[in-house]
């Protein structure tokens, strides 16, 4: 249940702070007495929604000279948190606050800030266009809020220089990896936060004080480890708060499903409402839809092109796949292994060129079932026993029957049309550890026919129900493609 706290928030905001665990109401506290600060926490353990609170907290904008603290700069380091800002986060924990997107065509951002709704709200942009919307709109917000912040980590980045241009007397540095490689990687998020610290403005003083250099074989410097850990974990205590999912794992379900945004690409959406448009033609919902055969062939032609065009005959030109690459990418850097599972076997080979072309490095392993049972075998037992973050490929209805709980997140590229295959299959990465968590990502794509499937696989609805009215099956939201 949800309450609203009127002494406390702003008008129509419905908070959710009663439902949140006791580090992130201390999370929500942090931020709003330390106006200038960093969080992060492990990777989805409710981050946003302590972002969301601490902005409509009077305590924090009772200071601002006006009545409330929009617009809110939200920074996205990667287009697919955009993404989760867009469609997953606020739809979620702050409905009724309008939001603006920067980003996008030309035309779509002139016509983003055409009238003056986003100075009463959130404002989602990139790194790349920070520079023309600090032209247009100037580099004052009232709060900043930057996303997967450990993008930049280097003091000599365009990115970076941009965000030393802004200026707020709030300003919120989000991330699940403060340090990626090297202490120092710390300095860049510190200096935004703490610009009036000492060591946080200069980065030799902070290297100097805190981390061992030496001179490299081409004549530079190079960085590494901590002289004096506790000093540099009460230094760095100051301006961030971060719990480690062990710390807290007791707190969570056991598995978690949540629906991960993509953005199709233009070959894609073409595609995807001309398929449509010739399927509500011959839509036959004068029975069960899904029994009729020609309903079926549509449909699976229709969630091949969500994967990507190359399943239908079509251009391997695929958003789905290039936010899946992002999304690994930043799981495998995080120490984290990944569990993808499709229903198309003739996906895999794709799902795998998007990773690699991503990294080369990344160790992926893959199982279907025209391999032989001694091949199945050896590639999940090859990955179950990497002593690196790896990837594990295979289609759903092959996952049936062996453990791959080396994975500690799972995403779904598709979906089966039977909810108990899904969920045999998502269970794959839940070892005999009573403590294990699991999130299972679906990858879904706006107003398209996959918004329906979290509530499918929750048991909440029925494709049989939902295909009945073939305008809400193929398009949920009225056949409007963006907010």
């Known amino acids: 249940m949800t309450t609203t706290h009127n002494d406390l ?7 959710h702070r009663d439902q949140l665990r006791d580090f992130q109401q201390e999370t929500i506290e942090r931020l709003v007495s330390h106006p200038r600060y960093m969080v992060g926490h492990a990777p989805r353990l409710g981050k946003t929604v302590c972002l969301i609170e601490a902005v409509h907290d009077k305590r924090l904008w009772s200071k601002f000279p006006r009545p409330n603290p929009f617009p809110v700069l939200v920074v996205c380091c990667l287009q697919s948190t955009l993404r989760a800002w867009q469609y997953e986060n606020l739809p ?9 997107v920067y980003h996008g065509t030309p035309k ?20 790349a266009m920070l520079p023309e919307l600090g032209k247009r709109v100037g580099q004052y917000w009232p709060v900043i809020i930057i996303d997967e912040g450990h993008i930049i980590r280097n003091r000599k980045t365009k990115g970076f220089q941009e965000l030393t241009k802004l200026a707020s007397s709030t300003l919120w540095w989000v991330s699940g990896t403060p340090i990626v490689n090297k202490p120092d990687d710390l300095w860049v998020p510190l200096h935004l936060v703490a610009p009036n610290d000492p060591e946080a403005r200069s980065y030799w003083r902070f290297v100097n004080k805190y981390c061992f250099v030496e001179q490299n074989y081409f004549g530079g410097t190079e960085v590494f480890g901590v002289k004096d850990p506790q000093g540099f974990r009460d230094y760095i205590g100051q301006y961030l708060y971060r719990k480690a999912r062990d710390e807290v794992q007791d707190q969570f379900p056991t598995k978690q499903r949540l629906p ?20 509500m033609v011959g839509w036959d919902s004068s029975q069960d839809p899904l029994l009729v055969p020609n309903n079926m062939a549509l449909l699976t032609r229709l969630r091949q092109l969500l994967i990507t065009p190359a399943l239908i005959g079509g251009p391997n030109v695929s958003g789905t796949l290039d936010t899946l690459a992002e999304l690994v990418g930043q799981d495998l850097g995080d120490g984290q292994s990944v569990l993808i599972l499709t229903p198309f076997a003739q996906a895999i080979r794709y799902i795998k060129h998007a990773l690699e072309t991503a ?24 990955f ?14 092959s996952a049936a029957s062996f453990s791959a709980s080396k994975a500690d997140v799972v995403y779904m590229v598709g979906y089966d049309f039977t909810p108990a295959y899904n969920e045999q299959a998502e269970d794959r990465a839940l070892g005999n550890d009573p403590g294990t968590h699991v999130d299972v990502r679906y990858l879904v794509a706006h107003n398209t026919i996959d918004e329906h499937v979290i509530d499918i696989v929750n048991q909440k609805q029925t494709w049989s129900n939902i295909a009945m009215d073939p305008h809400r099956l193929f398009k949920p939201h009225g056949g409007q493609r963006h907010k």
Request: net charge negative; charged share 25%.
């Open 260 to 279: 991960t945004y993509t953005e199709l690409s233009v070959v894609q959406t073409r595609g995807y409402d001309a398929l449509v448009e010739d399927m």
């Open 384 to 397: 179950q026993t990497d002593s690196d973050p790896a990837v594990l490929i295979g289609t759903i209805r």
């Open 359 to 382: 990294s080369k490095d990344t160790h992926i392993y893959e199982f279907h079932g025209d391999q032989s049972r001694r091949m199945f075998n050896d590639n999940i037992d090859v």
């Open 92 to 100: 979620r924990w702050d409905p009724t606050t309008h939001v603006t």
């Open 108 to 127: 779509q951002r002139q016509r983003a800030l055409a009238t003056g709704e986003w100075q009463n709200g959130y404002v989602l942009t990139t790194l």
């Open 9 to 15: 928030l702003t008008e129509g905001f419905v908070s």
